[in-house]
């Protein structure tokens, strides 16, 4: 079975610019959501979706959304971006998102120049 | 903030030697926790989880132990190999889908 896929691998923006990231969970997965990955700041929420409806948010201001899709699909954009967005973005999927284990992609990596 | 969190940040352990790495959660109501490792360049590798309603767990080469009355979990590699070199997080899934990392163990093995 094919694990999570993110796309693209490496992105690299310059600020204001704004981003769309793309994640396809494991088949049969029908949650998915999104952590941001830093030095500093470790692992942190994002957002989480199952049947194409967000269930819950992290502490990220509006610049930061998503979408999910009715292949369970999934992408997160970012706009107007600032240096500070530069980081890992990881995808990561599960079968019902609250009672089974998360299976995470490889990631994206954002570099805002 | 974190509801979980690891002991150290480093260890350093001779190859065929067993680990174990450490793990303290704050949440009382927490129950379902997920061990995760992750390499360089690749996404946190799902290892193993364990359920508050269980003490103990047992995979391959690993065995992850829970103690509710004090808060802490921990993961034990046995017989490490280089391979295991990683960083080791342990995690906490709430009941609103967000999963709450500690800052994680970096596992070097040393031949």
């Known amino acids: 079975k094919a694990g999570v896929t993110q796309t693209p691998r490496y992105l690299i923006k310059t600020r204001g610019q704004q981003v769309t990231l793309s994640c396809s969970p494991i088949?049969?997965?029908?949650?998915v959501s999104w952590y941001q990955q830093t030095p500093g700041q470790g692992l942190q929420f994002l957002f989480e979706y199952f049947s194409e409806t967000q269930r819950n948010k992290g502490n990220f201001p509006g610049r930061f959304s998503g979408r999910q899709f009715s292949n369970s699909r999934s992408e997160m954009n970012v706009s107007t971006l600032e240096l500070g967005d530069s980081a890992l973005y990881l995808c990561?999927?599960?079968?019902?998102?609250?009672?089974?284990?998360?299976?995470f992609g490889n990631g994206t990596r954002l570099t805002v120049t | 903030g974190e509801s979980v969190g690891l002991h150290l940040p480093t260890l350093s352990v001779q190859e065929g030697d067993n680990s174990i790495i450490n793990c303290a959660y704050s949440?009382?109501?927490?129950?379902?926790f997920i061990w995760y490792k992750q390499e360089s360049g690749k996404g946190p590798q799902f290892i193993i989880d364990?359920?508050?309603?269980?003490d103990k767990r047992q995979g391959q080469r690993v065995t992850v132990l829970l103690n509710k009355t004090v808060k802490h979990l921990s993961l034990q590699i046995a017989a490490t190999q280089p391979g295991d070199s990683a960083v080791y997080f342990c995690?906490?899934?709430?009941?609103?889908?967000?999963?709450?990392f500690g800052a994680g163990t970096t596992v070097t093995v040393r031949a």
């Open positions: 995690a906490d899934l709430s009941n609103d889908y967000k999963l709450s």
């Open positions: 949440n009382s109501a927490s129950d379902y």
């Open positions: 364990i359920r508050s309603n269980m």
């Open positions: 088949s049969g997965h029908r949650s």
């Open positions: 990561a999927s599960s079968f019902s998102g609250d009672n089974s284990p998360l299976h």
